[in-house]
């Protein structure tokens, strides 16, 4: 399964929640098949979102679009993300 883990900062994140569900129809559209966020326990403005993608191409393409973009900047992300597309190899539980 192919995942993309992303990190960025966002001013508020009470009012970059909203945009980021709202854009899922985008998202799934593309191939996301969901995912989970996650934030800084001593940061809250600080973001980090797991998303499944059904192959590599479409994650990687979905992170190009011009929309994202926008999208991105009326939330109030205010850096440039960290994007990492990776494969999961194993899962481990207890």
Known sequence: MTYVLVRH???D???WEPYFDEHGVVRQ???SKGGKVFR???NPNEVFI???WDNLQNAKKFSQ???LKEVMMKAGVIDKPDVY???ETEEVEF
């Open 9 to 11: 900062k966002v001013k």
């Open 85 to 87: 597309f990776v494969e």
């Open 40 to 42: 800084n326990a001593e």
């Open 50 to 52: 797991l998303l499944r």
């Open 65 to 67: 679009l011009e929309d």
């Open 29 to 31: 559209a593309t191939g």
């Open 13 to 15: 994140f009470n009012k």
